[in-house]
């Protein structure tokens, strides 16, 4: 576990702390002297904004093997969003040959084009934790715009860099950064007519993977909470399809219930006190809500279509779900109390797997047409489709949790074809595919651990 100073802050270059709390990662910012440095996402980003991770440096400048490894996971962090891109740390390592000092600014703008340099350095605390310090630069203005310490086991580095890569994505474009996060998914093996099923976890850029099952029985759709590293999936243990809940940190896991017929797709509310669900009952497939405390099930549709793949708004007011109830499996959005659905997608094909955004902007979703499957965005009302991806199979949309990002997993065409996980930005651009062991379907992107 990490663990935190409180009342940190920079003075002249060094780092004063006092005050051992709570648990994880307390920051200190210093406050910009001048016009600050920050992009302003909403707009768009025309040209990402050039910036230098450099290595940090050792305790008292030495080195540390871990120093590369450090600033490499916050530059992959950073540039992987595209509003980043990086300047070698050999253009601008010569520049910054001290941690406690600032870097020759005059020296970086003639001849780099960073407009941002991180620097850093590692060292020990006076009760033997291992310390991460780093400072965010703004060369334009040449001043320190944030400084952060960070301390915890050495064990623990992955995180801290990723908590790093948080505080500057937010202290340059307003935004909360999602990498300090992890992916529950479901791993594939073997041939499609006899895949083996495990679930699984793992940071978000397909590090530190644990395997959550066995693979004995098969599992589907895991869904994170948005509060907890708590998860809920369905597994057919014993032959029936059974919905689970299971704390990722103490491996408890719990039946929320053994439902006759089938049952599809759990979900958590904004909260994680209650989970949507689908069953078929009595021929019909209907959206119902469970309460965690009290386990009561509420339906919330009554129709002879198929309704299904429900998710809450994030203030819990609404729901949107996909249904057939128009003749074609469309998407519809209700009160979260059920009742007075109305149709949303319009566009030419079919639509599945609607995801509302953590913003509330957006709904994502699956679309089908003209053979192909696809991710897309659209806002609550229907209003302004766009699709990002086209594919032989592209499904399963999750959100980052600042709603900047959705991760889905693509299979390929043919006998041997096989799932795999990507990304790709809502404002477009490339994507990119997380590196797993085996094939990878179904993500689900937790929430920011703190």
Do not use: C
Not at 151 to 162: K, P, V
Not at 286 to 313: C, G, K, V
């Amino acid at each position: 576990m990490i663990k935190f100073f409180s009342n940190i802050r920079w003075t002249a270059g060094l780092v004063v702390a006092g005050g051992l709390a709570l648990s994880l990662v307390q920051t200190s910012t210093a406050i910009a002297q001048s016009q600050p440095l920050k992009l302003t996402l909403d707009r768009g980003v025309v040209e990402p904004l050039p910036i230098a991770v450099l290595d940090f440096f050792g305790p008292n400048g030495t080195t540390d093997e871990l120093g590369p490894e450090l600033a490499r996971v916050i530059e992959t962090d950073l540039i992987s969003t595209n509003v980043f891109r990086n300047v070698p740390d050999a253009a601008v390592s010569p520049l910054a040959p001290t941690f406690s000092a600032p870097p020759r600014f005059g020296d970086v703008r003639a001849l780099s084009n960073a407009a941002a340099i991180v620097t850093g350095e590692t060292g020990t605390t006076p009760d033997g934790r291992f310390a991460l310090r780093f400072r965010l630069w703004d060369v334009v203005a040449q001043q320190q715009i944030a400084g952060f310490q960070y301390t915890g086991d050495r064990a623990a580095w992955r995180r801290m860099a990723h908590r790093a890569a948080d505080a500057i994505y937010e202290r340059l474009t307003g935004e909360a950064g999602y990498f300090e996060t992890r992916i529950v998914f479901v791993d594939e093996r073997g041939p499609k007519n006899q895949r083996v099923k495990r679930l699984a976890v793992m940071d978000y850029d397909g590090e530190n993977l644990e395997y959550l099952t066995g693979g004995s029985s098969l599992v589907l759709t895991p869904r994170f909470s948005p509060r907890s590293q708590e998860v809920t999936y369905i597994s057919y243990r014993d032959g029936l399809p059974r919905v689970y809940l299971l704390d990722i940190e103490t491996r408890r896991q719990e039946i929320l219930g053994r439902f006759p017929g089938m049952t599809f797709a759990p979900r958590f509310s904004p909260d994680g006190s209650k989970v949507l669900m689908s069953l078929a009952r009595g021929g019909n497939t209907d959206i119902f809500e469970m309460d965690l405390r009290s386990r009561q099930i509420q339906r919330l549709t009554s129709n002879s279509a198929i309704d299904t793949a429900p998710s809450y708004s994030p203030d819990g007011s609404r729901i949107v779900f996909e249904s057939d109830r128009g003749g074609s499996q469309q998407v519809y959005v209700m009160s979260a109390r059920g009742g007075n659905a109305k149709r949303i997608s319009f566009g030419s094909g079919r639509y599945a797997t609607p995801v509302w955004s953590p913003k509330g902007d957006l709904i994502a979703f699956t679309k089908m047409s003209s053979g192909r499957f696809g991710i897309g965005v659209m806002k609550p009302d229907g209003s302004g489709e766009r699709v990002l991806t086209s594919s032989f199979l592209d499904e399963s949309p999750t959100w980052a949790p600042n709603g900047r990002r959705l991760m889905f997993f693509r299979e390929t065409e043919g006998a041997r074809g096989q799932p795999q996980l990507y990304t790709i930005d809502i404002r477009g651009g490339k994507e990119a595919q997380v590196q797993t062991p085996g094939s990878a379907s179904d993500p689900a992107w937790g929430p920011v651990m703190r």
